[in-house]
């Protein structure tokens, strides 16, 4: 292992975002030889003095578990050099871009550290969500961040008990890469190493990690699910089980394959080919949601033959996608890495994007309303600015479909 | 006027349905110089007992004004012949088909007047409503029904004090036509003068209504609104208002329109032509809606332009479609009448409908549920109902993108 930040054994890292992802991944960490550092914010007083107990099917039970440190404000971490800072905070850009989220702690470190700045890794959702980091933190004329590393999880866990306790199952695997994506470009030789260290870091630690050289198509993967069964689920304010029906499924599968479609539309545009995106995962993604309905499936017009139900992959009758929960727990919605952005690249590259344009139209009011509030704005009076501007040119609509005014 | 089904001067309308509509088409056909029998359920002892409260902008305040009889049941009219029965209930097929509401006092009324059939009223949403009430009660070998007159009303109107009040603003028009819609062919004498008694009637109590040989394109007029600016206000669960923000006119606007073209795209796959359905219909419905938004409207790109608001017919700002207000309400909703014929002649057309197909597969789920709520039947157990069967077949699905699956 290469000499760290602070010159000692074990690499630093920062991770803002404790919530159930966060948790897994300080764990892991530090399990695989990091100091790891977690700032929290409501929880901070019961993990400083409790810990919190993890419920893992995958890495066991520990009970009041701790990481090495927990913090509040970059103050507190101003003696320490950072390796990496670990993004695991819900990206809302119109609460707060990332960048201004880890801002504070990457002056502070750099500071301490002039010589040495760390690499960013971001976990989160969504699409076109690290060149705003990227301008701001690693391509400014006073850099902060020696890159981004952009990473996509497969986890299923519950921050449970008002953030003293996390449940989980046995997924989790990260996949990593550089941002941008390197593809067949050699990556320069600091970096590698960095990343590679961290690899190390979650292998030691437990973690099923992979890192590959086009991170872009893996968040296209990831992205798929999100937005069609989720955009559904969040249209319809339901359960997937509840789309999952005999009665239902004539009416959702064919706008979920429809919704798939249109990003594969956006993918073929921005010139990624079958190769690294393959319209197969439309019926990947699909089947495997499918099999977790309990209807019987009748293929052929033939009464006696059915497709197999994987009876026991059941998804618990209650699962939503997580955009809802944050809708009916009234906190902003991941809006704009999971759908806005992918709408804003359909629009550059003029694809038609109907019934994801829906979706955008239909969440973009309650969004607003939840940001307002977050923001201490005052909603109601808002809605009824009258010196408020629309821009009715074209170019300024953000959907496919402009209105005709005279002008 | 022509001797009437019981051979006095006041021909006997019965009115299923006394909601707000109703109550207005009672009061005017009664004032008209019909005898009104208004068949109740929630509120027929509040109504029996004391009148209903009319405060209307365009027909005046009558408090404890009353219909000729009030009933509630076949078997308490069985003596009466009837002229019209005038349909203002809600058009639910999914709950109850229309013929299935009428049929008892249909049936009653033909036993007691077996030589004259009364001519049925249908006051109701959306497109394709009257086929099958035309089948059941018309076509029938047993008719019971002379005809259906199909009829498109504009009309605000509350029920407010559990059924015992009514709101009522300025704007009431009723358009009637025969069906199926005899455009230039001739209308069957007896048939249209029942009919112009129906207009004299309604005339003489203060309506303005008109007859037209083209019901049908006045059906697609009055659904515009309802599927456009309706159908994002039901996926977004928000005012009308919300959609009209600054911030939210670039998202919803492309929507609204997208989804009024695909309605014209029906329409035209119909055969039906710019002169009975006119494409310019789309910026007039835009334009009306967005004048009542409270944003400045800047036409160009110049800093300075901008269209006029139409200060005084701002909406209400809670002001929300009426399908919302059901949702909400927990009562099935117009979902077959206003969304779905819509998309089934859409699917044996050919046409394309992403957008409503999206609100379609997300208000369907919901439906379900309020529709075995409705019925008493248990919706999480059939959820999970092991035994019920989707047909995976490209043919059984309702929406535009059939699902794959091997067979």
Known sequence: MTPTANGNERPEVLLLGFGGVGVIYSYILQKGGANVTAVCRSNYETVRENGIDIFSDK????RGWRPTRVARSPEEVASISFDYIVCCFKCVPDVKPNSEVMRP?????????????????????????????????VQASDPLASCIVSAVSWIAVTL?????????????????G???????????????ESL????TLAENGGGDILATNDIESKRW????????????????RRPVQELLQAETMPYTLGVVRGIMLEMIGIVRASGIGEERVSVSLIDQVVGMTMSATRAKIRVRRSPDVFLERHTKSYARPDFKPSILVDL????????????????????RLGVDTPRLDLIAAAAKPIQLE??????GEDHAALILDEEAIYDANPNENFTGCAPTLSS
Chains 1, 2 share one sequence.
């Open 178 to 192: 550089l941002y941008p994506s390197p593809l067949d470009n050699p990556v320069p030789a600091p970096l590698a």
């Open 160 to 176: 449970l008990g008002q953030g003293t306790r996390i449940e989980h199952g046995l997924m989790e695997s990260l996949t990593v």
């Open 59 to 62: 890495f066991g039970e520990h």
């Open 221 to 236: 993967h990831k992205i798929m699910w999100n937005i069609s069964w989720g955009g559904v689920c969040l249209m319809s």
């Open 196 to 199: 590679r260290t961290f690899v």
């Open 370 to 375: 939840l940001v307002r509030k977050q923001r």
């Open 328 to 347: 009916e727990n009234g906190r902003p919605m991941e809006l704009e890495p999971i759908f806005l952005n992918m709408i804003r690249r359909a629009r």
């Open 105 to 137: 702690f990457l002056e502070m470190n750099k500071r301490n550290n002039p010589a040495r700045l760390p690499m960013v890794v971001l976990i989160q959702n969504g699409v076109d969500i690290e060149e705003e980091a990227h301008q701001a933190l």
